[in-house]
């Protein structure tokens, strides 16, 4: 099993540009999470599905951020335009029914 | 509001000390408390705890949930410098399924 994987796993980029993350959850996981991590506000929930619908967007941020969940097999999390302090690491998890979550690696973003 | 709170927020042992960290929550509906462990990169699961007083346990760690004082408490015995990491709990709200984290106990070993 190769866990979730998250792509890419670094991105710098200017202020105003488009980004885009991805995952892909592992296979026969029924929900995925996309978390925010920075040293000042630690880990942050930003939305979650589950089986492809988003059940909780509370957490994002601005209208600048939005998130899709197509299939159960990959997500995006988008920013634009993004800002330096969209700067972080992003994770995302998923879940089975038994509420364990496994954490993909992270992207980390850095918005100049 | 739902709410996790660690302690201590940061801890520094010499290796072969015991440690204990604590964890207290507030959450509707608790479904299940987990631990993880977070180095340099992703955080990696350590145990889940759903029921009060069953001892969860991995080599030199071990971990037990109190529901009724709704907390929980991670053990770690004759530390290693490799024991260097935030420690996270989270709680799973049956609500809502979302994990809901502490900000996390950074504990540093050393030699």
């Known amino acids: 099993d190769a866990g979730v994987i998250q792509s890419p796993r670094h991105e710098v980029t200017e202020m105003g540009q488009e980004v885009t993350l991805r995952c892909k959850p592992i296979s026969g996981h029924n929900s995925l999470f996309w978390y925010r991590q920075t040293m000042m506000r630690g880990l942050e929930l930003l939305i979650y599905?589950?089986?492809?619908?988003?059940?909780?967007d509370s957490g994002m941020p601005e209208d600048r951020f939005s998130a899709k969940m197509p299939n159960a097999s990959f997500s995006t999390l988008k920013i634009q335009p993004s800002e330096p302090r969209d700067s972080a690491v992003y994770f995302c998890?998923?879940?089975?029914?038994?509420?364990?979550?496994?954490f993909g690696p992270g992207t980390r973003l850095t918005v100049l | 509001e739902d709410k996790v709170v660690q302690s201590p927020l940061s801890l520094v042992v010499h290796e072969g000390d015991t440690v204990t960290l604590n964890c207290s929550y507030e959450?509707?509906?608790?479904?299940?408390l987990l631990w993880y462990k977070q180095e340099k990169k992703a955080p990696t699961f350590l145990f889940m705890l759903t029921s009060s007083g069953i001892e969860k346990k991995s080599g030199r760690l071990s971990s037990i949930l109190d529901k009724k004082e709704l907390f929980s408490i991670l053990n770690i015995t004759a530390t290693q410098t490799g024991d260097s990491a935030i420690y996270l709990c989270a709680v799973v709200s049956s609500n809502t399924g979302k994990l809901i984290f502490g900000q996390g106990t950074t504990l540093q070993v050393k030699p």
């Open positions: 599905f589950n089986n492809n619908v988003p059940i909780d």
């Open positions: 998890a998923s879940s089975p029914d038994s509420g364990e979550q496994f």
């Open positions: 959450v509707t509906n608790f479904r299940s």
